[in-house]
T-cell receptor
Framework: KQEVTQIPAALSVPEGENLVLNCSFT??????LQWFRQDPGKGLTSLLL?????REQTSGRLNASLDKSSGRSTLYIAASQPGDSATYLC???????????????FGQGTILTVHP | DADVTQTPRNRITKTGKRIMLECSQT?????MYWYRQDPGLGLQLIYY???????NKGEISDGYSVSRQAQAKFSLSLESAIPNQTALYFC????????????????FGEGSRLTVL
């Protein structure tokens, strides 16, 4: 069974720290990996999308890496701010014969709290 | 206005009632999805549609049905709601990408919170 696991389940850091969220997946045959942010009671906001041919993507203070061979992705947040507090979800589109686009398998998420 | 709109945003109903959750999108995407989120869990795929005539079951389709009324509209129905269908439901669309390829990037609605008593 194709699974996605996120570690840690929760993380609390002081403002200004750099931090890393981890995501692992069981099958290296993927189309892409997507990181989302979810605020309480809200929908999901796409942060970064990494295609299977890419090694990393950057957006502002966020950097996501992808290592297919080891089945891992990391989301690096630089200079964290209280406004970064949210749940971060990793989702993988696994390769299943050409019909996997958009069929994402999600991890359980990491709840991030950045305190002033 | 949101690109992916879900209605209702909140609904409380009783066991055995029929419920419909609606989704409409202005992104022009062919591919639409319904996901369910339970507390402490990730999202699970219920149904997905790659175009108006192509509808497929996801991981947890039992107890649900869908209708793709048009490219822009995708509805999820619970024919006879039960308490363990209490959850947050998300509709999503998929980016068609360039040159006909699909980047696979998903865009989500704000969610519909359903409570079945």
């Amino acid at each position: 069974k194709q699974e996605v696991t996120q570690i840690p389940a929760a993380l609390s850091v002081p403002e200004g720290e750099n931090l890393v969220l981890n995501c692992s997946f069981t099958d290296s045959a993927i189309y892409n990996l997507q990181w989302f942010r979810q605020d309480p009671g809200k929908g999901l906001t796409s942060l970064l999308l990494i295609q299977s041919s890419q090694r990393e993507q950057t957006s502002g203070r966020l950097n996501a890496s992808l290592d297919k061979s080891s089945g891992r992705s990391t989301l690096y947040i630089a200079a964290s701010q209280p406004g970064d507090s949210a749940t971060y979800l990793c989702a993988v589109s696994f390769n299943a014969g050409g019909t996997s686009y958009g069929k994402l398998t999600f991890g359980q998420g990491t709840i991030l709290t950045v305190h002033p | 206005d949101a690109d992916v709109t879900q209605t209702p945003r909140n609904r409380i109903t009783k066991t055995g009632k029929r419920i419909m959750l609606e989704c409409s999108q202005t992104k022009g995407h062919d591919r639409m999805y319904w996901y369910r989120q339970d507390p402490g869990l990730g999202l699970q795929l219920i149904y997905y549609s790659f175009d108006v005539k192509d509808i497929n079951k996801g991981e947890i389709s039992d107890g649900y049905s869908v209708s793709r009324q048009a490219q822009a509209k995708f509805s999820l129905s619970l024919e006879s709601a039960i308490p363990n269908q209490t959850a947050l439901y998300f509709c999503a669309t998929s980016d068609p990408g360039l040159a006909g390829g699909d980047t696979g990037e998903l865009f989500f609605g704000e969610g519909s919170r359903l409570t079945v008593l």
